[in-house]
């Protein structure tokens, strides 16, 4: 018997999708706070309705662009993105500084992963030295001590192109987890080494924060860590 034949597989992405991306990652934390914010300003039943298209590329509704493009216009400045999407933004930012955001670690000091657009800010980091990060994060775990101590906060830049410095240390989202690392380049070109900085605390006879590979392609996220904010012992 012959096979079934399979149905394609490929997604066409439709031209309004790719211009409510483009406004989404210019408005997102200046227009609205969140993914649950921007879904019940345009209707949808939850965040995950956004997160949807945003990555997974799930075609939007031609309405619910309208009424995006109409609930934000002020922040549009009345311009047109269908050509081209315009060259340059065209919104001004109202706050200073970069968007904090607060994550509970687990009880092995690495954080399961979750969505932070969908979490609300909880605050702004705003010194000379950080204004082309992207946002800010504390630390947790102990083992990237005593570079990163447990509980200060770093100003991160997003690396879209996941190209590496290598020896430098990275805010990572991986696999199901998110984690402070100094990547190192492994023998193979596609994987690099995650290397933790605390190499005095053994279990057994084994360390304790043992260095491991990862493939860049399983990077979800990928920050390098720009400046360092640390507690103040009083």
Not at 3 to 9: G, L, W
Not at 13 to 18: D, F, G, I, K, S
Not at 212 to 223: A, G, M, N, S, V
Request: proline residues 5%; contains cysteine; glycine residues 6%.
């Amino acid at each position: 018997m012959e096979d079934a034949q399979k149905p394609n597989k490929i997604k066409t992405v439709r031209p309004e999708t790719l211009e409510f991306i483009i406004l989404y990652n210019q408005l997102r934390g200046i227009a609205f706070a969140n993914n649950s914010v921007l879904a019940e300003a345009l209707g949808f039943n939850s965040a995950s309705s956004i997160t949807e298209i945003i990555k997974s590329r799930q075609n939007i509704d031609p309405e619910k662009l309208k009424i995006f493009k109409e609930k934000y216009r002020e922040y549009l400045g009345g311009r047109k993105f269908s050509d081209k999407f315009a060259d340059k933004p065209v919104f001004t930012r109202k706050e200073e500084g970069i968007p904090m955001y607060e994550i509970t670690a687990t009880a092995t000091g690495v954080e399961v992963y979750n969505d932070i657009n969908d979490s609300v800010s909880v605050g702004r980091m705003n010194f000379p030295g950080i204004e082309e990060c992207d946002f800010a994060l504390p630390v947790w775990g102990h083992s990237m001590y005593p570079y990163l101590e447990n509980g200060c906060w770093v100003a991160l830049k997003i690396i879209h192109d996941k190209k590496i410095l290598p020896g430098e240390v990275y805010y990572i989202e991986w696999g199901d987890y998110r984690m402070y690392k100094r990547l190192l380049l492994g023998d193979n070109p596609e994987e690099v080494i995650a290397h933790s900085d605390n190499t005095t605390e053994m279990v057994g006879n084994r360390l304790k924060y043992a260095p491991f590979t990862i493939r860049l392609d399983e990077i979800k996220k990928l920050c390098l860590v720009k400046d360092i904010h640390k507690k103040h012992n009083h």
